[in-house]
């Protein structure tokens, strides 16, 4: 069965950093891209990160290029989202899922849920 494992999240200050990880088991790991994707209280979940299979191409949306970087290591079943400059905008709770590409864009109903998320908070 499917199963992917959010951690990593946590509270902290404009400015500051956060890594989240992604576990997953199930399934064969470089047989997916990966996307990290986020939902804050109320609103849609918006997709943020994005690698291949083989971890040669990334993608992020525009609200974190520059503050974020997805990495991955297929051998540890593991994907990580370095987030830094956060700020209180990126608060949300973050999810990873499987995907056949890395699309230039998701719905947000194309967004799947697999595991419980992880909190971010950014606040002063």
């Known amino acids: 069965q499917l199963q992917v494992v959010e951690s990593g999240g946590g509270s902290v200050q404009p400015g500051g950093s956060l890594r989240l990880s992604c576990a997953v088991s199930?399934?064969?790991?470089?047989?997916?891209?990966i996307v990290w994707f986020r939902q804050a209280p109320g609103r849609e979940r918006n997709w943020v990160s994005c690698?291949?299979?083989?971890?040669?191409?990334?993608r992020n949306a525009d609200s974190v290029k520059g503050r974020f970087t997805i990495s991955r290591d297929n051998a540890k079943n593991m994907v990580y989202l370095q987030m830094d400059s956060l700020n209180p905008e990126d608060t949300a709770v973050y999810y990873c899922a499987p995907e056949f590409l890395c699309y230039s864009d998701w719905a947000s109903d194309a967004l799947e849920t697999y595991g419980q998320g992880t909190q971010v908070t950014v606040s002063s």
């Open positions: 690698i291949s299979k083989d971890g040669d191409n990334t």
């Open positions: 199930g399934f064969t790991l470089d047989e997916y891209a």
